[in-house]
T-cell receptor, first 113, second 111 residues
Framework: NAGVTQTPKFRVLKTGQSMTLLCAQD?????MYWYRQDPGMGLRLIHYSVGEGTTAKGEVPDGYNVSRLKKQNFLLGLESAAPSQTSVYFC????????????FGPGTRLTVL | KNEVEQSPQNLTAQEGEFITINCSYS?????LHWLQQHPGGGIVSLFM???GKKKHGRLIATINIQEKHSSLHITASHPRDSAVYIC?????????????FGEGTQLTVNP
């Protein structure tokens, strides 16, 4: 099992460019999450999904969109990148039990110039 | 004030020392998690607990629900334990098992 994978691992964008981060999991998890990690702030939830075809906003959703067309994939989109979106992005997934363990991907380091 | 507070923010120890990292939270929870983030960036879950105590190898996690406090202990610390340790909680009323994270504790164990 690959677990949770993220594509790409690194990316540099110019302000205003768009991109999509892909998260894939092979554990048949219902729940998937996108977080961003910034120095001194800890991990913060951007968007999450409790099942195929459903998405919901987290703490810091502005500037991002998500889609979950297939159970195993969760896409995070930046329509018009801004320097404030420079961060490390982590995807995670879990079973649909309250408080269950989350499994994290390796992260994507994004720099917006 | 953050809903999840960790202390200390940074901790340096000598190999073999007993280490304690603390986590306090201010909301009702259904579970508390301890995670480890290595210098390469990957995050792994160490423990998920809702009461009492759990042990895995040299790691011990405890939680006191009444005091809203948890501790992570490392016995006989080793340089390979050097990492960021993160406390997170699943709030009791939260849908989707969302986590709220502390800022992390950077642990450095010197040989």
């Amino acid at each position: 099992n690959a677990g949770v994978t993220q594509t790409p691992k690194f990316r540099v964008l110019k302000t205003g460019q768009s991109m999509t981060l892909l998260c894939a999991q092979d554990m048949n998890h219902e729940y998937m999450y996108w977080y961003r990690q910034d120095p001194g702030m800890g991990l913060r939830l951007i968007h999450y999904s409790v099942g195929e075809g459903t998405t919901a906003k987290g703490e810091v959703p502005d500037g991002y969109n998500v889609s979950r067309l297939k159970k195993q994939n969760f896409l995070l989109g930046l329509e018009s990148a801004a320097p404030s979106q420079t961060s490390v992005y982590f995807c995670a997934s879990s079973y649909p039990f309250q408080g269950d363990t989350q499994y994290f991907g390796p992260g994507t380091r994004l720099t917006v110039l | 004030k953050n809903e999840v507070e960790q202390s200390p923010q940074n901790l340096t120890a000598q190999e073999g020392e007993f280490i304690t990292i603390n986590c306090s939270y201010s909301v009702g929870i259904s579970a508390l998690h301890w995670l480890q983030q290595h210098p390469g960036g990957g995050i792994v879950s160490l423990f998920m607990l809702s009461s009492g105590k759990k042990k895995h190898g040299r790691l011990i996690a405890t939680i006191n629900i009444q005091e809203k406090h948890s501790s992570l202990h490392i016995t006989a610390s080793h340089p390979r334990d050097s990492a960021v340790y993160i406390c997170a909680v699943t709030r009791g009323e939260t849908s989707g098992s969302r986590l709220t994270f502390g800022e992390g504790t950077q642990l450095t164990v010197n040989p």
